[in-house]
T-cell receptor, first 114, second 114 residues
Framework: EAGVVQSPRYKIIEKKQPVAFWCNPI?????LYWYLQNLGQGPELLIR????????DSQLPKDRFSAERLKGVDSTLKIQPAELGDSAVYLC????????????FGPGTRLTVL | AQSVTQLGSHVSVSEGALVLLRCNYS??????LFWYVQYPNQGLQLLLK??????LVKGINGFEAEFKKSETSFHLTKPSAHMSDAAEYFC????????????FGSGTRLQVQP
């Protein structure tokens, strides 16, 4: 069974540029999560999708961040424009349903903003 | 509101020695508790979880954790450390009802000395 796939694995951009991250969850997983992980910290939830609906986006900075999961499968997280403080690892995770069960994580995208 | 405190950002043990990683939580409702492991440049992998069944939970790779409500703790242990256990370990809490988002601790880096 393939795991959660994320691309790119690494991205270096200059500040004020846009950037997008892509995630393909495990097949059949209805719930998809985007997390932000700063260096030396645990992941922090940005947004959670149930199928194509964003049901928890209270921590997503909506002035510059956006996300979509149009067909309820893969998802894209976008930052426009990027700031120096956005340098971090962006993790995607998925689960069968939002029931307190196991979340499966992808390897993450490491973003460096210069 | 919920939170997790992991005592000790770095723990070093000798190969074959006991591993003890500490986690204390706070939650306004009965919690679900998790331990995740993260190897360099990889996503998080679930080690074990507590979801209100047995208070002593056994996980993968010989790890176990005990839920102690009176102490609001969920410490992770392994009787004998192996070199391959060197990684970052994250404790996480999820409320058993309501928003049920995962809140992670800041992590403990485990070093295993030969």
């Amino acid at each position: 069974e393939a795991g959660v796939v994320q691309s790119p694995r690494y991205k270096i951009i200059e500040k004020k540029q846009p950037v997008a991250f892509w995630c393909n969850p495990i097949s059949g997983h209805n719930t998809l999560y985007w997390y932000l992980q700063n260096l030396g910290q645990g992941p922090e939830l940005l947004i959670r999708y149930e199928n194509e609906e964003a049901v928890d986006d209270s921590q997503l900075p909506k002035d510059r961040f956006s996300a979509e999961r149009l067909k309820g499968v893969d998802s894209t997280l976008k930052i426009q424009p990027a700031e120096l403080g956005d340098s971090a690892v962006y993790l995607c995770a998925s689960s069968l349903s939002f029931s307190g069960g196991e979340q499966f994580f992808g390897p993450g995208t490491r973003l460096t903003v210069l | 509101a919920q939170s997790v405190t992991q005592l000790g950002s770095h723990v070093s043990v000798s190969e074959g020695a006991l591993v003890l990683l500490r986690c204390n939580y706070s939650s306004s409702v009965p919690p679900y508790l998790f331990w995740y492991v993260q190897y360099p440049n990889q996503g998080l992998q679930l080690l074990l979880k507590y979801t209100s069944a047995a208070t002593l939970v056994k996980g993968i790779n010989g790890f176990e954790a005990e839920f102690k409500k009176s102490e609001t703790s969920f410490h992770l242990t392994k009787p004998s450390a192996h070199m391959s256990d060197a990684a970052e370990y994250f404790c996480a809490v999820s409320e058993s009802k309501g928003r049920r988002a995962l809140t992670f601790g800041s992590g403990t880096r485990l070093q295993v000395q030969p």
